[in-house]
C-alpha cells in the first residue's frame, strides 16, 4: 500500500520528518564528502524495496561497482527492484583525439546528460529516484541561469510520474550557491565535525520542508556498519507521563535524616565535591537500595573502567556485579571521546523506556562534559535530558568533581541549579587526621538538615556520624573548634 510519506528507513530521520519524505517531490540533500549522502540514499531505496516499490539510483561520480561495494560493507545486497544507471560520458569523449572534460561542457552535451536520464526513468518507471550528484550537472550547465533551468526541468518532468526524487549535493563547486534549495520542495543537510581529539562527529539539520512540521534543529548521527543511526535531539516537553511520587530512602538512617527522609522520586541529585571524596559511592549507595526495592537502575560511567569500579565497590560493601546479574541493574560504560552528546541522550532514553528503569546514575558530568562542544551546550543537554527523567518518574544522580581539594571550589560547570538536591562533599582538617564531611545545601521537594556531619569510607561501606555542631569553618577545610569535648568519629562508631 503506498503512503503519503516515502520512509527513509532511518528511524530517527523519518522522526525528524514527521514521517518521511513527502511523495512526488523532489528534495536535496546536502553535505562535503564523507558526510554519509550515499548511505543515506541507499538506505531510502532499500526502504522503498522492502514494501514492493522500484527504485533507481542515477550516478554521475561513482560506478555500480562502487555503489554495490559500499553497500556490501553494510551487510546490504541491492536485489532486482533497485536499478543502478551509470551517466557515462559518449565514446567520443573519451577518445584521445577529442581533448574534452569527461564532464559535459556543451549545450550538447548537458542536453544528452538529461535524454539519457529521462529515457532510463521511462524504461524503469521507478517511484523512488537518486540522482549522485549535483556537482556534475552544474559543471555541465556552466552557468546559473542553465543550471536553475535544468533542476527546474528534472523537476517538472519527475512530477508526471509521481516519483520522490532525492538530489545529492557534495557542495564541491559553488557551494554557496542556493539554486536548488529555492526550487526543491524540502532539504538536508549534513555536517561532520572534527574535534581536537577523538572521532569525528556528525550532525544533520532540515533546512527546509514545504507545508510540513518537523523537528528543527541539529540532530546528531553516525555511521555504523549497519546503516546511519540518527538521534533527534530530546525535546522534554513532548514526553510526560503521571506516576506517583514517593520518598526514596538510601538505607542509611544518618544520610536520609540529612536529606529530610530521603530522595523523591522523579527528581535529580547532584553530588558534588572533590576528588576522593565518595561522590560515586554515595550515588551507588542509593543505587543498590533501589534494587533491594526491586526497582530497576541504569548506571552509565564516564570516568572509571568498569572492572576497577566492580574492585573498588565490592571492597566497600556493594556488589555491582552481583547486582547486575539480578536483572535489575544495567551498566554502561561511556566513551565521551567516541559518543556524541544527542547519542547519549538517546541511549539514557532507550534504556529508560525498554527496561522501564526508575533510577539513572551519571558518573559523572565531568566525564559528560568532555563530550560537548561548550559550557552552554552541556547546561541545555542537562536540562532537557533531567527534565525528561523526572517526566517519567525517574530518579537521577550525577557526580561533578570540583578543582583542588580544600579551600576555595570551583566546578568545571555549574548545574546545581538544575538539580533538585545537592549533596555537598568536603574534605577538612582536624585533630591532626584529613577527615570527610557531608552536607545538604538544597532540596527543592521538601525540608532537609542544615547541619554538617562527618562520615567515614572504609569496609563496611558508608558510615555518617553526629552533627559537627562543635565546630566552625569546615566548608573553608581548616575549621576551629569551639566545643567541650570532641565529636569527631572514633573507630568504634564504625
Known amino acids: 500500500m503506498i ?10 530521520l523519518d522522526d525528524i520528518l514527521s514521517g518521511g519524505l513527502s511523495r512526488s517531490h523532489v528534495f536535496l540533500l546536502e553535505g562535503q564528502p564523507g558526510t554519509g549522502k550515499t548511505t543515506i540514499a541507499l538506505q531510502f531505496l532499500l526502504a522503498g524495496a522492502a514494501i514492493g516499490e522500484r527504485s533507481l539510483y542515477i550516478t554521475l561520480s561513482e560506478t555500480e561497482r562502487e555503489l554495490r561495494d559500499g553497500a556490501r560493507s553494510h551487510g546490504w545486497e541491492l536485489d532486482d527492484s533497485i536499478d543502478i544507471y551509470e551517466l557515462t560520458p559518449p565514446e567520443s569523449l573519451l577518445n584521445a583525439e577529442h581533448q574534452q572534460s569527461l564532464l559535459y561542457s556543451s549545450d550538447l552535451e548537458l542536453g544528452e546528460a538529461t535524454r539519457q ?18 556537482s556534475e550537472i552544474r559543471l555541465l550547465a556552466q552557468s546559473s541561469l542553465r543550471y536553475r533551468r535544468q533542476i527546474l526541468a528534472i523537476k517538472h518532468y519527475f512530477a508526471r510520474y509521481d516519483a520522490t526524487v532525492v538530489l545529492l549535493d557534495d557542495l564541491t563547486t559553488e557551494s554557496l550557491d542556493k539554486t536548488v534549495h529555492s526550487v526543491a520542495h524540502g532539504v538536508i ?104 526495592r526491586g526497582e530497576k537502575v541504569g548506571l552509565f560511567i564516564f570516568d572509571e573502567e568498569l572492572g576497577l569500579l566492580f574492585h573498588r565497590m565490592k571492597g566497600l560493601g556493594i556488589d555491582l556485579q552481583a547486582l547486575q546479574e539480578t536483572g535489575y541493574l544495567t551498566i ?22 525498554d527496561k522501564h528503569i526508575k533510577t539513572v546514575v551519571i558518573d559523572s558530568i565531568n566525564g559528560y562534559q568532555a563530550a560537548m562542544p561548550g559550557e552552554n551546550a552541556l547546561i541545555l543537554h542537562m536540562h532537557e535530558l533531567l527534565l525528561y527523567l523526572n517526566r517519567q518518574g525517574a530518579s537521577t544522580f550525577m557526580t561533578v568533581a570540583q578543582h583542588g581539594l580544600v579551600g576555595d571550589m570551583r566546578a568545571p560547570v555549574d548545574i546545581t541549579y538544575l538539580a533538585d538536591s545537592v549533596i555537598l562533599l568536603r574534605y577538612f582538617e582536624a585533630m591532626g587526621q584529613v577527615r570527610r564531611a557531608i552536607s545538604v545545601i538544597k532540596k527543592r521537594t521538601g525540608t532537609h538538615e542544615s547541619t554538617i556531619r562527618e562520615y567515614r569510607i ?11 555542631d562543635a565546630f566552625q569553618g569546615v566548608l573553608r577545610g581548616v575549621p576551629e573548634y569551639h566545643g567541650e569535648s570532641k565529636p569527631l568519629m572514633r573507630e568504634e562508631d564504625a
Open 458 to 468: 572504609d569496609a563496611q561501606g558508608l558510615t555518617i556520624g553526629a552533627p559537627l
Open 332 to 353: 554502561e560504560q561511556v566513551d565521551a571521546a567516541e559518543l556524541s552528546p544527542g547519542e547519549f541522550s538517546h541511549r539514557v532514553r532507550r534504556c529508560v523506556d
Open 117 to 134: 536520464i529521462f529515457e532510463v526513468v521511462e524504461q524503469i518507471k521507478p517511484s523512488r529516484v537518486i540522482i549522485d550528484s549535483l
Open 3 to 12: 503512503t503519503l510519506k516515502a520512509a527513509t528507513g532511518i528511524a530517527g
Open 189 to 292: 543537510r549534513l555536517e561532520e565535525l572534527t574535534p581536537d581529539y577523538g572521532a569525528e562527529r556528525r550532525r544533520l539539520r532540515v533546512v527546509k520542508y514545504r507545508g510540513q512540521k518537523y523537528r528543527g534543529g541539529f540532530h546528531d548521527f553516525t555511521i555504523m556498519s549497519d546503516g546511519i543511526h540518527v538521534f533527534p535531539r530530546l525535546v522534554a516537553a513532548e514526553h510526560r507521563q503521571r506516576y506517583q511520587r514517593t520518598q526514596l530512602s538510601s538505607h542509611i538512617p544518618q544520610l536520609d535524616a540529612l536529606l529530610g527522609g530521603g530522595i523523591d522520586s522523579g527528581s535529580g541529585t547532584l553530588i558534588l565535591g572533590p576528588a576522593g571524596t565518595g561522590k560515586s559511592l554515595i550515588s551507588l549507595v542509593f543505587a543498590a537500595a533501589a534494587v533491594a
